[in-house]
Nanobody, 128 residues
Framework: QLQLVESGGGLVQPGGSLRLSCAAS????????IGWFRQAPGKEREGVSC????????YYADSGKGRFTISIDNAKNTVYLQMNSLKPEDTAVYYC?????????????????????WGQGTQVTVSS
């Protein structure tokens, strides 16, 4: 079965950290662009960070610059999003997506479209 599975979400206090994982099964992430997106209640889905497995290029939305780090472990076929200094406004369902046709990671994050694979999402709640 070809799928992406997210994990690592949960409840964390403001200022805390979480590491989200996006594991691909049934296909290799080689030559894909992979992105993390989030959707808060009543808001549109937005790109958080994207990475290219072709050249390792990355993009971060302003909301996560300096706090979030995206990385890829090719051996584990998994992409990670390390989130530090979390804020209540980071509360959302976080999704990962993989797309063969996205050559420019900034475009993947900024102009969201129907990508090849989407995960089911993982809830992140930042609250005291």
């Amino acid at each position: 079965q070809l799928q992406l599975v997210e994990s690592g979400g949960g409840l964390v206090q403001p200022g805390g950290s979480l590491r989200l994982s996006c594991a691909a099964s049934g296909f290799s992430l080689d030559y894909y662009a992979i992105g993390w997106f989030r959707q808060a209640p009543g808001k549109e889905r937005e790109g958080v960070s994207c990475i290219s497995s072709r050249d390792g290029s990355t993009y971060y939305a302003d909301s996560g610059k300096g706090r979030f780090t995206i990385s890829i472990d090719n051996a584990k076929n998994t992409v990670y999003l390390q989130m530090n200094s979390l804020k209540p406004e980071d509360t959302a369902v976080y999704y990962c997506a993989a797309d063969w046709g996205s050559w420019i990671v900034q475009a993947m994050c900024v102009s969201i479209r129907d990508y090849d694979y989407w995960g089911q999402g993982t809830q992140v709640t930042v609250s005291s």
